[in-house]
């Protein structure tokens, strides 16, 4: 089974400052794809980045960017220039590849980031 | 409307009532999905339906009675209830459950609180 860790429950952050969330997971698959998601107070689930396992090259959305190492199974996000649109609780989610069988999204427990004007 | 949708947003429920949640999507998705994120909890996988099959129950309790008509809804329907179901249920789509791509799109969610 897969698990993933967020070690940080919370975190701040001054308004156009850099910031970045840790994720670590456990797996025994080769082949994966890794995710991270906000959820601001809205409740809205919304995507942020997307990883697959093969590629090396770290993904980049706008002021997101991930820092993926995989023999470390680490999957860190850093938000550049953070505003205050950006508080939210972030989770980081793990999903192997997925098959007819079902493609299970295994969730970390989230880091509330906020923040600060 | 776009994306995906759920009603009720909120939904205060005895333990004897029965209620459906509702979940549609707008996005030509073949695959939907239930999941019910507690306080303190990560989000658990309920249910998982591609192209109106169920393909998996995540060992949920029986009170709990999914339904997918066709790939664009999916029913939650609740019986019997009981106070620790109360959280916030949330669904989910995604293009396809083999070929991808594979995220996952998400409701506003149903915030179900059990009485």
């Known amino acids: 089974a897969q698990t993933v860790t967020q070690s940080q429950p919370e975190m701040s952050v001054q308004e156009a400052e850099t910031v970045t969330l840790s994720c670590t997971y456990d797996?025994?698959?080769?082949?994966?794809?890794l995710f991270w998601y906000k959820q601001p107070p809205s409740r809205q689930m919304i995507l942020v980045i997307r990883?697959?396992?093969?590629?090396?090259q770290n993904a980049t959305e706008n002021r997101f960017s991930v820092n993926f190492q995989k023999a470390a199974k680490s999957f860190s996000l850093k938000i550049s220039d953070s505003q205050l649109g950006d508080t939210a609780m972030y989770f980081c989610?793990?999903?192997?590849?997925?098959?007819?069988?079902?493609?299970?999204?295994?969730f970390g427990e989230g880091t509330q980031l906020t923040v600060n004007p | 409307e776009t994306g995906v949708t759920q009603t009720p947003r909120h939904l205060v429920m005895g333990m004897t009532n029965k209620k459906s949640l509702k979940c549609e999507q707008h996005?030509?998705?073949?695959?939907m999905y239930w999941y019910k994120q507690s306080a303190k909890k990560p989000l658990e996988l309920m249910f998982v339906?591609?192209?109106?099959?169920?393909?998996e129950n995540n060992s949920v309790p029986s009170r709990f009675s999914p339904e997918c008509p066709n790939s664009s809804h999916l029913f939650l329907h609740l019986h019997t209830l009981q106070p620790e179901d109360s959280a916030l249920y949330l669904c989910?789509?995604?293009?396809?459950?083999?070929?991808?791509?594979?995220?996952?799109?998400f409701g506003p969610g149903t915030r179900l609180t059990v009485t």
């Open positions: 989610a793990f999903m192997k590849h997925p098959s007819l069988a079902g493609s299970r999204l295994t």
């Open positions: 339906y591609s192209l109106e099959e169920r393909v």
């Open positions: 797996t025994s698959e080769s082949n994966y794809y």
């Open positions: 996005l030509g998705h073949n695959a």
């Open positions: 989910a789509s995604s293009q396809d459950l083999q070929f991808g791509p594979h995220e996952q799109y």
């Open positions: 990883q697959e396992a093969y590629k090396q």
